[in-house]
């Protein structure tokens, strides 16, 4: 099983910006697609951003413009740039792996909380 480790998580003001790292223990980039999810308390894990083995890219409604992310397979690391951070941007982000009919592995998580 691929092991997902997330960094980068932390407390910043509204309006600032934080990036997010996914470290894969091998090489899974060019098998998986990879994408960040976040939970807030009560409510269900949804899809925030996801790219897929060719670089394609689809983000949620409400991060498109502010968020973006990226790959670099020679690191294995996915990455989850936000600006412009909003106070409902506050969850838990995890970074999944999925090869097309739902989620293979899941990272740990990492807390994001955004102050107003």
């Known amino acids: 099983q691929v092991q997902l480790v997330e960094s980068g998580g932390g407390l910043v003001q509204a309006g600032g910006s934080l990036r997010l790292s996914c470290a894969a223990s091998?090489?899974?980039?060019?098998?998986?697609?990879m994408g960040w999810y976040r939970q807030a308390p009560g409510k269900q894990r949804d899809l925030v951003a996801r790219?897929?083995?060719?670089?394609?890219?689809n983000y949620a409604v409400s991060v498109k413009g502010r968020f973006t992310i990226s790959k670099d397979n020679a690191e294995n690391t996915v990455y989850l740039q936000m600006n412009s951070l909003k106070s409902e941007d506050t969850a838990v982000y995890y970074c999944?792996?999925?090869?097309?009919?739902?989620?293979?592995?899941w990272g740990q998580g990492t807390q994001v909380t955004v102050s107003s």
């Open positions: 999944g792996a999925d090869r097309g009919y739902g989620i293979d592995s």
């Open positions: 091998r090489r899974i980039l060019s098998v998986y697609n």
């Open positions: 790219i897929t083995l060719g670089g394609s890219t």
